[in-house]
């Protein structure tokens, strides 16, 4: 993969988002519903719910809407639904599920950005109420922004099962059911896909639509300028 000064070199990067206040919440993410949409996904694909919270600390029948979870667990959660769950859509429906939820809390406050633009940025901006393990960074070109997808937590070194392209996929899922929801209509984002054209292309399209481009230097969403 191209390193991302590179593959990104010539474009403007947009302006750094400002930072939420730091609260002892800070670096904690919300568990009640990531724990459940994942279990309901994983179980009727075959997995045993003893396995996906095996070596994770999160015990299903403790958890409350106050319950906080760490990166570290987090991780070890998805690395645990990716080795065990049947079926290449697990990602993107785990993160469908989770698009509805944090619209029905709420989360974010996107129900007052004014366009897609904003939208996507209050949602990056705000990444630890939702999946921390993906960070973006923003470009301007003449007719288009650009984020690029960034492996916070290097995701991509922990076990042998791929887990950055599955906590990518979840989170680009979880993005665009939380937008069509919002807007109601049919989103014109494009993006790019670091990775060869695999054999589900019809689930990249199902969940995040026809304008998907594999084979591309870097992860990313793009938004053509309204």
Excluded at 137 to 165: A, N
Excluded at 213 to 225: E, H, Q, R, V
Aim: charged share 20%.
């Amino acid at each position: 993969m191209i390193a991302c000064s590179m593959a990104t070199q010539g474009l403007t990067q947009g302006p750094e988002l400002s930072p939420a206040p730091v609260t002892k919440l800070d670096k904690v993410i919300p568990a009640y519903h990531l724990v459940h949409a994942v279990l309901d996904v994983a179980i009727p694909r075959g997995a045993s719910k003893d396995k996906i919270l095996r070596g994770t600390g999160i015990f299903d029948d403790s958890l409350t809407m106050d319950t906080r979870i760490s990166a570290k667990q987090c991780i070890a959660l998805l690395s645990n639904v990716r080795s065990q769950c049947q079926g290449n859509d697990v990602s993107f429906l785990i993160g469908k599920s989770l698009g509805g939820v944090w619209l029905r809390e709420d989360v974010a406050n996107i129900k007052d950005s004014q366009n897609l633009e904003q939208a996507i940025e209050v949602l990056s901006a705000i990444r630890w109420e939702s999946i921390p393990l993906v960070s973006f960074k923003r470009f301007v070109l003449q007719d288009k922004y650009i984020w690029v997808l960034q492996d916070t937590m290097g995701c991509e070194k922990r076990g042998s099962h791929k887990l950055w392209p599955f906590i990518a996929q979840l989170y680009l899922s979880m993005l665009v059911a939380l937008l069509k929801q919002w807007t109601g209509t049919r989103l014109p984002l494009g993006f790019t896909i670091d990775s060869d054209r695999p054999r589900n292309v019809q689930d990249f399209e199902t969940y995040l639509g026809l304008r998907v481009t594999f084979n591309a230097p870097l992860m990313s969403i793009t938004l053509p300028k309204s």
